[in-house]
């Protein structure tokens, strides 16, 4: 069965291939589509469903889109919905025109903002404070919306999370797996950043993982 992914995004193709192994995958580009929704959504759902929809109406297929996003907790949920648009403590939302961030400044950035968030909370407290609490406040997780467009005004929308912990220093950053934020993200039960997780391993912890796995059975 041949499923369309609206993203433009080829590392999230591979993915939800290897995860979606009984279907054919295909992203706008693979079929010369000029494909670029405005995604003004409030919310990851609202979002994924502006651009599984727009790509429907352009193929009349199945189409799978996914909205995802770092939410980090002691910043009240940023970078959120900017998190491909991050642009550190003074651009949130992204720098005006939106012009591309390379990934690892993004991590640089957001290690920072999340320092000077905490410092600013706790000051001199974190420096008596074990490792494993000053890593329980820099909690965050992984957002994805995935929504599934059948037919004209008939769709399925899912949400899942995928829980972890910001690492304390950039230099900490470890693996060559994944994309996006993943070397700074530690999952303490693994022992590891979500990078060095096998692409087995991810795909069945993940938030993209554990919500196609859901969207797979509407199908």
Partial sequence: MILYMATGNLNKKIEMANICKDYTIYIPSDKNINFNPIENGKTFSENSL????????????PVIADDSGLCVDILEGIPGIYSARYAGIEHPQGFPGSHDIPQDEQNRMLLAHTDKVLNDKYGSALSSMTKNERMALRSCYYVCAMTVYLEKDTFYCVQEIFQGQLIENIHEQRGDGGFGYDPIIYLPEYGKTIAELSENEKNKISHRGKASRKILKLL
């Fill in 50 to 61: 502006i651009k599984s929809k727009a790509l429907w109406n352009i193929v009349h297929k």
